[in-house]
């Protein structure tokens, strides 16, 4: 079993037995709507009522969908299963509901009863049941939610062997609940057009045409659209083929979060860096494949500049003394302990022309990674600082640089400074001062 598959299935603890499709979360179904046919069933075994746990427990009424009648309620969710059992036993015992056509009372499913799908699971046919509306023996170890009705065959078999029975409380045949689903957010330039453009999603509520792009990037549509019942959801979408992941030389690579900064998503950190370009493959690969990074491309977006916040004793005294800045609007006196401390000044300065911020700051800088060191004379690693992943040499300025280099360490600190500059984390001051 791939490595990437991970425990699926938990949500589906929240759904109903018996192969009824409203998801728990969705408004309670009006039954004279969607009422069955007038026949009523005989039973012949003892009825599991359930439990008082339903908010509407012991209010006159039976609220377990399983029931129909005089005595149940006019609208019924599947999350009431079982758990209004005071009413229904009342209601049962004086006639006025019985159980509903097929209803079972609590009694294992058989296999005629159960849709066991396709065969389009990747999984499919290997002898393991991966659906995981299952459990048993002839299950699969790890299990998730895009095999669901995928994997006909191995699961047939094996809960006609008795190595496989569906899960307690497990349906027959379920959506995935809106309570399971990370629908994101809604930047998408579709997003709000009342259509779903996330391809994870496939119903007559559905846009015609989706892309990767809008991996969850439509929440308000897609949500609206599941709790309708206009769409389902069915996984992430056919992954990308002709993108080149690279490979896992990352410090932060296999650390199960794509730190590539070509991709977007929930298992993407914020402001991934340049220098991870093609180097985190193991997770991205698999945070594409689940639904959760979307690949954007080539063009890596600039990160807006963080002005800080007013923290730094000097805020607010009308001079910029953030050390990122140089012009005549800052103090005489920079320190590093002024970093992203006095925003309100810098920006106003900025605003005003007095100040600038200084190159190897800026987010423009940072985001043309790698830079090209082969002009650069770096010296030698003599330096007892030598490879402590600071560059030590004054002759750079930028945040890899130590707090207090001094001319000791003048091109004795070869690596550091080169791997930094090429970073665009350092830069040398007399490059900063052109063009000034």
Partial sequence: MNAFKILGGAALALVLVGGLAAPAMAQKLDNKKNAPPAATTTV??????GDD??????????????FEGTGSAAETVDADILKDATDCQTAFDAGTVTLKVGGPTDGPVVAAAVDFGDNSSEWANDGECDDPRFEGTGSAAETVDADILKDATDCQTAFDAGT??????GPTDVPVVAAAVDFGDNSSEWANDGECDDPRFSGTGSATETVEADILRDAADCQAALDAGTVTFVGAAPVSTDIAYGDDTSEWAKDGECDDPRFSGTSVPDNPLPENIGHDATDCRAAVAEGTATYNGEDIPVAAFDYGSDWSKWANDGECDDLR???????????????YGDATDCKALEAEGRVTIRTVYSPAYLAAAPHDSSHVDFGDNTSEYANDEECDDPRFEGPAVATSPNDTH??????DCRTAYEAGTVILISEAMEGM
């Fill in 44 to 49: 012949t075994g003892d009825i599991d009522f």
């Fill in 410 to 415: 003048l091109m004795h600190d070869a690596e």
């Fill in 325 to 339: 800045f140089m012009g005549e609007g800052t103090d005489k006196k920079l320190l590093v302990d002024d970093l």
């Fill in 164 to 169: 496989v029975t569906l899960k307690v409380g």
């Fill in 53 to 66: 746990s339903s908010e509407w427990a012991n209010d006159g009424e039976c609220d377990d969908p399983r």
